[in-house]
């Protein structure tokens, strides 16, 4: 970790949105440093299963365009070769009533919708960026520290101390935020994923409206995440064998290929979720403060556009 030296900006926070929001605040010209509890390795962000779909998520205009230019952010970073970001093919099944593209059809730009044998009513194709958390999360920060910012290992008691570095705070801080911006919007919502080899997938399949639970098969180079759960409020990441047994179960049945997929091991994360959706704004009582947290498991799809937004925030106080 760096040594602390003065910044025109302080990130606190060291997960993807902090990280994202750092780089973007670097490449306009300022002088960053990221002030972070964990090891931006050691972060929730590195459980995600990382794939970009605007996951519990409400229709909101400034979500949607902060997934679109995360979309097409993401997709030119996997066509330069940015370490762990791949272009997938997704297909969603649906199992209510079709009536129409989703809010955020036009964030991906590609969607196409075509009926489907029961259970399922259709079946949703597009083009979704999916990104592998652990190089992805190197590779911003070489960048970052290559660009002369610094990460600074420390946790904060209070989001004043952060003034120590710079005159400009971006509170980063996800579930923390409940305590350090006093916000009782902010809770957990438990994630558990199985990591099972890959036995030869390349398409990201998910059926959302499993009555059993939400269903999710995503590839990467070496494993498939299989998922998953979405458990608002539970704040323990305790493992639950049966849990994992009931995951793989869906997860073979969306896709068959995995049944004799051997686990390689589980993540359990705390998402950090907020009642209202996230809070990006200049806090109102201290305008050198700029909120960046509540993502929820959208991190990764609304993470450049938000930092865009972020970066426009703080440099204009």
Same mark, same amino acid.
């Not at 960053?32 to 205009?61: F, G, N």
């Not at 120590?164 to 994923?193: F, I, S």
């Given at each position: =970790?760096?040594? =602390? ?6 990130? &606190? ?5 902090? =990280? ?9 010209? /300022?002088?960053?440093? &990221? ?8 972060? &929730? ?87 592998? =958390? ?18 600074? !290992? ?11 570095? %710079? ?8 579930? %923390? %935020?409940?305590?350090?911006? /006093? ?29 059993? !639970? ?9 494993? *498939?995440?299989? !998922? ?53 704004? *200049?806090?109102?009582?201290? !305008?050198? #403060? ?11 799809? #609304? ?15």
């Amino acid at each position: =970790m760096g040594v =602390m030296t003065k910044a025109d900006v302080v990130v &606190v926070g060291g997960g993807v949105i902090g =990280m994202t929001t750092a780089l973007t605040l670097q490449r306009r010209g /300022a002088h960053v440093t &990221v002030l972070t509890a964990h090891d931006p390795a050691d972060t &929730v962000s590195t459980v995600a299963a990382a794939v970009w779909y605007p996951s519990h998520t409400e229709e909101d205009p400034r979500v949607l365009r902060w997934a679109r230019d995360t979309h097409a952010e993401l997709r030119r970073q996997a066509a330069d070769g940015v370490p762990g970001v791949v272009d997938r093919p997704t297909r969603m099944w649906l199992r209510h009533r079709y009536a129409g593209p989703p809010w955020w059809a036009d964030a991906c730009g590609d969607l196409t919708a075509e009926p489907a044998e029961p259970p399922y009513t259709a079946l949703l194709r597009f083009t979704a960026p999916s990104v592998e =958390m652990t190089p992805y999360l190197a590779w911003l920060r070489q960048r970052l520290e290559a660009g002369g910012g610094r990460i600074v !290992g420390r946790a904060l008691g209070t989001l004043a101390e952060a003034y120590e570095v %710079a005159p400009v705070v971006v509170n980063a801080t996800g579930l %923390a %935020a409940g305590r350090l911006a /006093a916000d009782p919007a902010v809770y957990p919502a438990r994630g558990h994923v199985l990591l099972v080899a890959n036995p030869g997938l390349t398409v990201s399949v998910r059926d959302e409206d499993d009555p059993a !639970g939400v269903t999710y098969v995503h590839p990467r180079r070496h494993d *498939v995440v299989l !998922g998953g759960t979405y458990e608002a409020g539970v704040g323990h990441t305790r493992p639950d064998p049966e849990e994992a047994a009931a995951i793989r179960r869906r997860c073979v049945a969306l896709v068959p290929q995995l049944a004799d997929a051997p686990v390689l091991g589980e993540r359990i994360g705390l998402r950090p979720a907020r009642h209202g959706g996230p809070r990006v704004e *200049v806090d109102p009582a201290d !305008g050198r #403060l700029v909120h960046a947290y509540g993502h929820g498991g959208a991190g990764v799809t #609304l993470s450049w556009g938000c930092a865009a937004e972020v970066a426009d925030l703080a440099l204009g106080v």
